[in-house]
């Protein structure tokens, strides 16, 4: 455990805090703010009641963070209202996904979590509907470009980011987990389906609590990109750790509901590192079910060894001298999961030599 | 106390290329690492009387200034920023290393540290009375600042004002004051005793060129000050000193436009920018000479002894 990065020992045990030394606290606060945790250590520091035993300097260091964390909740809460009004006329309740779900639903994963866009979820059928009711409010593609639209519409699980004229916010509009073109594609209409509303916030919704941890886990381990991969592996920790303790049966549904939906190998690789990495609570009898979705040993040794370098924080301090190769497996192995070998070979050729801008754009 | 001034050029270089050189200015501690040579040369120059820190400190802003790799060091040889990992600007020309530093420590600021309402606006001080110069670019804010400063006035900073979020106070981040292009020439005019920094030309801003703050500004980094006035500063050619009051709302709207966290900080951004303009007077200013500049700003403090 010691091999652990810093920030990874103090997700795991976050009272070690309390007694760290000046250059201990500069290397976390660098960790943590490069992985976009910088908030969330301040909450952690909150939650654990040793905020005001920390050094004046940190305190302050983590104040700052936490006002950017208050404001950009403020600005989401703000945004989700708008999003359910432009589209309230097409009757369907209004399924958040992701850090917007965390964050509507009041769930401790949302405490100093930081995001860019507002995710939600909608029936394919109704994809022009919502597109179009959209736009009258103001949010419009960005990418013009004919092999992106062609890219998102023919191929991905999602329509190109739509962003605000005027406010520049930008809203994902899934209509599945999954890439069209993935060899597993859970389905929507089940998750849909399962979806709960938020008490007390009308005409929104979040995914039931399975579906949610299992959406966070296919995000993060089908990714190419691991920029966030620690913060959003302690997405899945707080999830796993506040669903746990407070939804009846959760432990036991979890690995049914991943079987179900063809989810069982990122739930497998999600339960394992959340274990080996942040100590995650996870009941001996779940551990064993969920090992339906174990890859084969030679494979499991190989991505052991990825991610154990793409879930650090994404800190100087932290690169191992693989990282590149590692980063450079994983996202080619994140498109491969997502697209048949013919199309991820012209998807790659494409974005490395006609696209503009280098292969790594943000929207692969 | 160990000072840049008091550590010869090799320590100096020593520190920047290894384990970082952290330099006091103000509220702030910044580790600065980078091993090009003509940083220690500009550093040395332009902070000698500035507090250096021992390792044991945590710092409140890491920060690289490095060269290209590759063959791109010997074509057109650029400097790049990197904020841990991040870079937030374009790389620029060599030559530009120096107002790089400068813009990238006042970056450092306007995007952190949101325990003051901070305002692009210089801030002097006299008897304990501070003015605030907000303006947009061009305005000729850090001319008056220099001209300020150099007869007599403290230096707070020329481009951060710092307003604390819990009492209003202005705590003093003072640093080089950024001169461009006719003023440069100006304010050498004006205060032949300045130390002022070689003029880099090609700049995004034209040419700029960076004014030592003066050693009693520095010394006195940690003393914060009581605002006074908020003067909107407007160069015109030819124009006679005039100073017209401005409506309390409509001040409160130009500080919130000038501010660079005012919508950051919310219901506490709002209530310390109404707190400024309430316990200030408020004005704009026009002027075509700095010396009839500088007896306006004698006749406010006069005014109020």
Same mark, same amino acid.
């Given at each position: 455990?010691?091999?652990?990065p810093?920030?990874?020992?103090v997700?795991?045990?976050?009272?070690?805090?309390?007694?760290?030394?000046?250059?201990?606290?500069?290397?976390?606060?660098?960790?943590?703010?490069?992985?976009?945790?910088?908030? #969330?250590?301040?909450?952690?520091? @909150?939650?654990?009641?040793?905020?005001? #035993?920390?050094?004046?300097?940190?305190?302050?260091?983590?104040?700052?963070?936490?006002?950017?964390?208050?404001?950009?909740?403020?600005?989401?809460?703000f945004?989700?209202?708008?999003?359910?009004?432009?589209?309230?006329?097409?009757?369907?309740?209004?399924?958040?996904?992701?850090?917007?779900?965390?964050?509507?639903?009041?769930?401790?994963?949302?405490?100093?979590?930081?995001?860019?866009?507002?995710?939600?979820?909608?029936?394919?059928?109704?994809?022009?509907?919502?597109?179009?009711?959209?736009?009258?409010?103001?949010?419009?593609?960005?990418?013009?470009?004919?092999?992106?639209?062609?890219y998102?519409?023919?191929?991905?699980? @999602?329509?190109?980011?739509?962003?605000?004229l005027?406010?520049?916010?930008?809203?994902?509009?899934?209509?599945?987990?999954?890439?069209?073109?993935?060899?597993?594609?859970p389905?929507?209409?089940?998750?849909?389906?399962?979806?709960?509303?938020i008490?007390?916030?009308?005409?929104?919704?979040?995914?039931?609590?399975?579906d949610?941890v299992?959406?966070?886990? #296919?995000?993060?381990f089908?990714?190419? @990109?691991?920029?966030?991969?620690?913060?959003?592996?302690?997405?899945?920790?707080?999830?796993?750790?506040?669903?746990?303790?407070?939804?009846?049966?959760?432990?036991?549904?979890?690995?049914?509901?991943?079987?179900?939906?063809?989810?069982?190998?990122?739930?497998?690789?999600?339960?394992?590192?959340?274990?080996?990495?942040?100590?995650?609570?996870v009941?001996?009898?779940?551990?064993? #079910?969920?090992?339906g979705?174990?890859?084969?040993?030679?494979?499991?040794?190989?991505?052991?060894?990825?991610?154990?370098?793409?879930?650090?924080p994404?800190h100087?301090?932290?690169?191992?001298?693989?990282?590149?190769l590692?980063?450079?497996?994983?996202?080619?192995?994140?498109?491969?999961?997502?697209?048949?070998?013919?199309?991820?070979?012209?998807?790659?050729?494409?974005?490395?030599?006609?696209?503009?801008?280098?292969?790594?754009?943000?929207?692969? | 106390?160990l000072?840049?001034?008091?550590?010869?050029r090799?320590?100096?270089?020593?520190?920047?290329?290894?384990?970082?050189?952290? !330099?006091?200015?103000?509220?702030?501690?910044? &580790?600065?690492?980078?091993?090009?040579?003509?940083?220690?040369?500009?550093?040395?120059?332009?902070?000698?009387?500035y507090?250096?820190?021992?390792?044991?400190?945590?710092?409140?802003f890491?920060?690289? !200034?490095?060269?290209?790799?590759?063959?791109?060091?010997?074509?057109?040889? +650029? *400097?790049?920023?990197h904020?841990?990992?991040?870079?937030?600007?374009?790389?620029?020309? !060599?030559?530009?290393?120096?107002?790089?530093?400068?813009?990238?420590?006042? /970056?450092?600021?306007?995007?952190?540290?949101?325990?003051?309402l901070?305002?692009?606006a210089?801030?002097?001080?006299?008897?304990?009375?501070?003015v605030?110069?907000?303006?947009?670019?061009?305005?000729g804010?850090?001319?008056? &600042?220099?001209?300020? *400063?150099?007869?007599? /006035?403290?230096?707070?900073?020329?481009?951060?004002?710092?307003?604390?979020?819990?009492?209003? +106070?202005?705590?003093?981040?003072?640093?080089?004051?950024?001169?461009k292009?006719?003023?440069i020439?100006?304010?050498?005019?004006?205060?032949?005793?300045?130390?002022?920094s070689?003029?880099?030309?090609?700049? *995004?801003?034209?040419t700029?060129?960076?004014?030592?703050?003066?050693?009693?500004?520095?010394?006195?980094?940690?003393?914060?000050?009581?605002?006074? /006035?908020?003067?909107?500063?407007? /160069?015109?050619?030819?124009?006679?000193?005039?100073?017209v009051?401005?409506?309390?709302?409509?001040?409160?709207?130009?500080l919130a436009e000038?501010?660079?966290?005012?919508s950051?900080?919310?219901?506490?951004?709002?209530?310390?920018?109404?707190?400024?303009?309430?316990?200030?007077?408020?004005?704009?200013?026009?002027?075509?000479?700095?010396?009839?500049?500088?007896?306006?700003?004698?006749?406010?403090?006069?005014?109020?002894?």
């Amino acid at each position: 455990m010691n091999t652990l990065p810093l920030l990874t020992r103090v997700l795991r045990s976050p009272p070690t805090m309390a007694a760290f030394d000046a250059p201990a606290w500069e290397l976390l606060l660098r960790q943590a703010v490069s992985a976009d945790l910088g908030a #969330t250590l301040a909450l952690l520091a @909150e939650e654990h009641g040793i905020l005001h #035993t920390l050094p004046e300097r940190v305190q302050r260091r983590l104040g700052w963070e936490r006002r950017a964390w208050e404001r950009h909740g403020q600005a989401v809460r703000f945004e989700t209202q708008q999003v359910r009004r432009a589209l309230q006329d097409t009757g369907l309740p209004l399924i958040l996904l992701k850090g917007t779900a965390y964050v509507a639903a009041g769930l401790p994963a949302a405490a100093g979590r930081l995001f860019s866009d507002i995710d939600i979820l909608v029936p394919k059928d109704r994809l022009d509907e919502v597109e179009s009711r959209l736009m009258l409010h103001g949010w419009v593609s960005n990418h013009h470009d004919a092999y992106d639209q062609r890219y998102y519409r023919e191929w991905m699980h @999602e329509l190109p980011p739509l962003q605000h004229l005027r406010r520049a916010t930008v809203i994902d509009v899934h209509h599945a987990i999954l890439p069209e073109t993935a060899a597993v594609r859970p389905d929507p209409a089940r998750l849909r389906a399962a979806a709960r509303a938020i008490p007390g916030a009308p005409g929104l919704s979040v995914l039931a609590p399975c579906d949610m941890v299992l959406h966070s886990a #296919t995000h993060l381990f089908y990714e190419g @990109e691991y920029d966030h991969g620690l913060r959003d592996l302690f997405d899945l920790h707080r999830l796993l750790c506040h669903f746990g303790a407070t939804e009846p049966g959760f432990w036991t549904a979890l690995p049914t509901r991943a079987h179900e939906l063809e989810l069982a190998r990122p739930l497998f690789y999600a339960l394992r590192y959340c274990i080996q990495l942040l100590g995650t609570p996870v009941p001996a009898a779940t551990v064993e #079910t969920a090992g339906g979705g174990r890859p084969g040993r030679a494979l499991l040794a190989l991505m052991d060894g990825l991610f154990a370098r793409a879930l650090r924080p994404m800190h100087p301090s932290c690169a191992a001298a693989l990282t590149p190769l590692a980063d450079a497996m994983l996202y080619i192995r994140g498109n491969w999961l997502r697209m048949p070998p013919l199309m991820l070979s012209r998807h790659l050729f494409h974005k490395a030599f006609l696209s503009p801008g280098n292969v790594k754009s943000d929207q692969v | 106390m160990l000072t840049v001034g008091a550590l010869d050029r090799h320590t100096l270089a020593a520190r920047l290329r290894g384990p970082g050189l952290r !330099l006091q200015t103000g509220p702030f501690i910044a &580790c600065i690492r980078s091993s090009l040579p003509a940083l220690a040369v500009a550093l040395s120059r332009m902070y000698a009387d500035y507090p250096v820190l021992d390792e044991d400190t945590t710092a409140d802003f890491n920060v690289l !200034l490095r060269r290209p790799r590759g063959l791109r060091r010997f074509i057109k040889p +650029q *400097v790049y920023f990197h904020y841990d990992g991040m870079e937030p600007f374009q790389p620029l020309p !060599l030559a530009q290393l120096y107002p790089m530093f400068e813009w990238a420590m006042n /970056w450092c600021v306007s995007s952190h540290a949101h325990s003051w309402l901070v305002i692009h606006a210089a801030v002097v001080e006299k008897e304990g009375a501070a003015v605030i110069l907000p303006a947009p670019p061009g305005s000729g804010k850090s001319t008056l &600042c220099a001209a300020l *400063v150099a007869r007599g /006035w403290r230096l707070l900073s020329d481009e951060l004002t710092l307003v604390r979020l819990v009492d209003g +106070q202005i705590d003093p981040v003072p640093r080089p004051v950024s001169l461009k292009n006719a003023s440069i020439d100006v304010i050498r005019a004006w205060a032949p005793e300045a130390h002022i920094s070689p003029p880099v030309a090609d700049t *995004v801003k034209g040419t700029v060129a960076h004014m030592c703050a003066p050693g009693a500004s520095v010394a006195r980094a940690l003393e914060p000050a009581t605002p006074a /006035w908020i003067v909107f500063p407007q /160069w015109k050619q030819g124009a006679p000193a005039e100073l017209v009051p401005v409506a309390q709302a409509r001040a409160h709207l130009r500080l919130a436009e000038n501010a660079f966290n005012y919508s950051l900080l919310g219901g506490a951004g709002f209530d310390t920018a109404a707190r400024l303009i309430d316990g200030t007077h408020t004005f704009d200013f026009s002027y075509g000479a700095l010396d009839d500049a500088m007896a306006v700003f004698e006749g406010l403090l006069a005014g109020r002894r």
